[in-house]
């Protein structure tokens, strides 16, 4: 197979490079403890109003490029689309896309509820990412925000229960 027709065959872009293996995704829930001030020190930096949301991570490079949920959209694998409010936030290390546990710093703990792998597509300025274990479990579109950025991901056929 040629290398153009490998680069179309698993979904990414022309002009992006083909990565070595195919790019992996995790969605954790990341509970975090109880505090009176509900105030979190994340790295130096005070994080107010902290609370349990769920992290989905996406394999790039050397890093998992990261958005916190509040909450997920709700179970609709053949249905329309869906608006999940998000926060972009700072990317994490490659070790939380099989990690299950305490956070260090005392930052809580984290569970995975689903992984799998995802393409990612280019079309009109905006990404496509496509999630996927044995079957397609959601499409998602965003406009590439900046970390701390918050906006509204755009959902397509959520097929990821959670408990």
Known sequence: MKNEDRHEKQGFPEG???PAVVPRFVLLWHELEKKDDADLAVQGFLVQGAT?????????????RTFRLQDLPEYRPNGPLQFVPAKRIADHR???????GEVSGNRGSVRKIASGIYSAQQIEGRT???LKRDKTLATLWLDE???DEEFQLEVWNWAMVHH
Do not use: C
Request: charged residues 20%; glycine residues 0%; proline residues 10%.
């Open 52 to 64: 349990s949301h769920w992290d989905l991570m996406l394999e790039q490079h050397a890093s998992l």
């Open 128 to 130: 496509r990412i496509t």
């Open 16 to 18: 992006i490079p083909e």
């Open 145 to 147: 925000p900046q970390v």
């Open 94 to 100: 490659p070790v939380y896309l099989d990690y299950e």
